[in-house]
Structures are given as C-alpha cells and as structure tokens.
C-alpha cells in the first residue's frame, strides 16, 4: 500500500509539473498574439 502512495504522490506531481508547463505555454502563446495583434493595429 505504502509503494502504491508513493507511486501516486510522484505521479501526481509529474502531473502538476505538466499542468504548470502548460499554463505557462498558454500565457506565453497569448501574450504573444497580443503583441502580434498590437504591431498590426
């Protein structure tokens, strides 16, 4: 049982690892199509 939580621990924080990643990679793509559409207006 306790392997099984750890597993799930690590798993989980992989997880939020990713979800961050993510988060970041969708504030960047947006902040750039601001800037973009700025330039062209």
Do not use: H, P
């Not at 690892?17 to 559409?37: Q, V, Y």
């Amino acid at each position: 049982v306790r392997m099984r939580l750890n597993l799930q621990m690590k798993t989980g924080q992989k997880l939020n690892g990713f979800c961050l990643l993510d988060l970041r990679m969708e504030i960047a793509t947006r902040m750039s199509r601001l800037w973009e559409s700025n330039a062209i207006a």
